[in-house]
């Protein structure tokens, strides 16, 4: 059935588990996703991109998930706007049947821009008291995403500020997340801890001076009843690089976040855990090494199905690793 993201974040919360949300773009992957959860008894929150949006169309994302709610009644899922730009966005979300929206109000609308304190409270204020009076669940982000080594913000997916931050603006600060979560009263808060988007975040294994999960602790202590999101949080598995390169890709050497370093972060409020790029690469990888091998092969079906199996494998991985599994 179709839940509301905050009663998902609550049992998770009270359970002391994570659940990742992932990214959806078309048919494979929220088959996918379903077959994962599905086969452990997981919880899902799906999750649509502006550019997935733009892509697929709302109406047809709207239909895979509704495809996936029927085909499953029992597992419980949230169908979350990701990283809504303004609170229009976020109404028209809501309009078309979505259980949870983003308001992204640490940039400004144009997506690029930093916003200030003033701004973000202001836009993520009204769109809580839009989105609670229909029992539809806030995602706020307070701070900026973007490297800790580079000091750059965060544009590999086309959205996000492109130029150098300061220290502070890469951090969330607890005392001022403090502050927002009271004023807005919003159900999630998307912290900046040193994770981008992309399959380049880290030109290392994430050490805590570039990956912040003390920063974390600091923020938890401070609100322990916000439910905690960390974007940017593919791990970019090496073995899947491995298999892009052997088969004709170009992908420059690259680290994600370790999945040990998510299961620390989960032990101190981070309940929602956003994947999209881990799925992207799981996904290349098997349709570049099927057409290596099959060079004859023309059938999308056939390149599909290995691609799909490849996007399920990785879900599986996180159900099990995020203590999902078993919690439906
Ligand atoms: O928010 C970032 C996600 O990775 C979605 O990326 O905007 O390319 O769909 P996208
Ligand atoms: P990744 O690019 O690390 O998968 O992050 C996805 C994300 O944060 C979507 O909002
Ligand atoms: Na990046
Ligand atoms: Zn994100």
């Excluded at 109406?59 to 895979?64: D, E, Q, T």
């Excluded at 040193?194 to 202590?221: C, N, Q, V």
């Excluded at 690469?281 to 090494?289: D, F, H, P």
Aim: hydrophobic letters at 40%; charged letters at 25%; proline letters at 4%.
């Amino acid at each position: 059935a179709l839940v509301s993201m905050r009663q998902l974040l609550d049992h998770a919360a009270e359970n002391g588990y994570g659940i990742p949300a992932f990214n959806v773009n078309n048919l494979e992957q929220v088959q996918a996703i379903m077959e994962a959860a599905n086969e452990t008894d997981s919880p899902v929150i799906m999750q649509a991109s502006a550019g997935a949006r733009k892509y697929a169309g709302e109406g047809f994302l709207k239909a895979l998930i509704a495809a996936a709610v029927d085909t499953y009644p029992h597992i419980p899922v949230v169908m979350h706007q990701d990283h809504g730009q303004s609170p229009k966005v976020c109404e028209g979300a809501i309009n078309m049947g979505f259980s949870s929206v983003m308001m992204d109000g640490s940039l400004q609308e144009d997506g690029k821009t930093i916003a200030d304190y003033e701004y973000n409270l202001d836009v993520t204020r009204r769109v809580v008291e839009m989105a609670h009076a229909r029992g539809i669940t806030v995602e706020g982000e307070l701070g900026s995403l973007g490297s800790l080594e580079t000091m750059m913000g965060d544009k590999e997916d086309g959205h996000g500020f492109e130029g150098t931050l300061t220290r502070e603006q890469l951090l969330t600060d607890p005392e001022q997340a403090a502050d927002f979560a009271k004023r807005t009263q919003i159900d999630a808060l998307a912290i900046a801890i040193g994770t981008s988007h992309g399959a380049y975040k880290f030109s290392r294994k994430p050490t805590g001076d570039i990956l912040a999960i003390d920063r974390i602790k600091e923020i938890h202590r401070r609100l322990p009843s916000t439910h905690l999101v960390m974007h940017g949080s593919s791990s970019v598995p090496q073995d899947q690089l491995a298999i892009i390169r052997e088969f004709g890709g170009n992908m420059k050497e690259t680290y994600g976040v370790p999945v040990e370093e998510i299961q620390e972060a989960i032990k101190h409020g981070v309940r929602k855990i956003n994947i999209d790029t881990d799925i992207r690469l799981a996904m290349t990888a098997a349709i570049r090494k099927f057409f290596a091998e099959n060079p004859e092969k023309f059938d999308p079906r056939e390149y599909l199905k290995p691609a799909r199996e490849a996007a399920k494998k990785i879900c599986l991985q996180r159900y099990q690793e995020f203590g999902t599994a078993g919690n439906a």
